[in-house]
C-alpha cells in the first residue's frame, strides 16, 4: 500500500520561506513521477512542482519559478518543496502526489497522479 506524507507546513509572513516534505512508502516502481500540487478555497488543484525519478526532469507552474524548488532524497525517501518569498496568494493545503505508472512529469498535470497524501496547509499572513 502506498503512502505519502506531508510535513513542514504552517503559518508564515509575506516574504518568508518553509520547506515541505514529503516521505513515501509502498512504492514498487523502479521510476515513477512525484510532485507537489495545491488547492486554495473555491479554486480548482493545481500542479506546483513535479519531478521524475528516472531523469530528475521538473516542472514548475508559472507562478513559482524562482522562488520554489523541487528536490528529493532517494535514502530517504522524500521530497521536499523548499518555498521561499512567499506571498499571501500561496496560501493553500499543499498535496504530495505521485503518477506510479509513468516516470514522465506530465506538466504536472493532477489528473495524471494517481496517489495522493492528506495535504499540508501553507497560510500567508501578515
Known amino acids: 500500500q502506498v503512502q505519502l506524507v506531508e510535513s513542514g507546513g504552517g503559518l508564515v509572513h509575506p516574504g518568508g520561506s518553509l520547506r515541505l516534505s514529503c516521505t513515501a512508502s509502498?512504492?514498487?516502481?523502479?521510476?515513477?513521477?512525484i510532485g507537489w500540487f495545491r488547492q486554495a478555497p473555491g479554486k480548482e488543484r493545481e500542479g506546483v512542482s513535479c519531478i521524475s525519478t528516472l531523469d530528475d526532469t521538473t516542472d514548475y507552474a508559472n507562478s513559482v519559478k524562482g522562488r520554489f524548488a523541487i528536490s528529493r532524497d532517494n535514502a530517504k525517501n522524500t521530497v521536499y518543496l523548499e518555498m521561499n518569498s512567499l506571498k499571501p496568494e500561496d496560501t493553500a493545503v499543499y498535496y504530495c502526489?505521485?503518477?506510479?505508472?509513468?516516470?514522465?512529469?506530465?506538466?504536472?498535470?493532477?489528473?495524471?497522479?494517481?496517489?495522493w497524501g492528506q495535504g499540508t496547509q501553507v497560510t500567508v499572513s501578515s
Open positions: 509502498g512504492i514498487t516502481s523502479d521510476h515513477y513521477a
Open positions: 502526489a505521485a503518477d506510479l505508472r509513468d516516470s514522465l512529469v506530465r506538466g504536472c498535470t493532477p489528473g495524471f497522479y494517481d496517489s
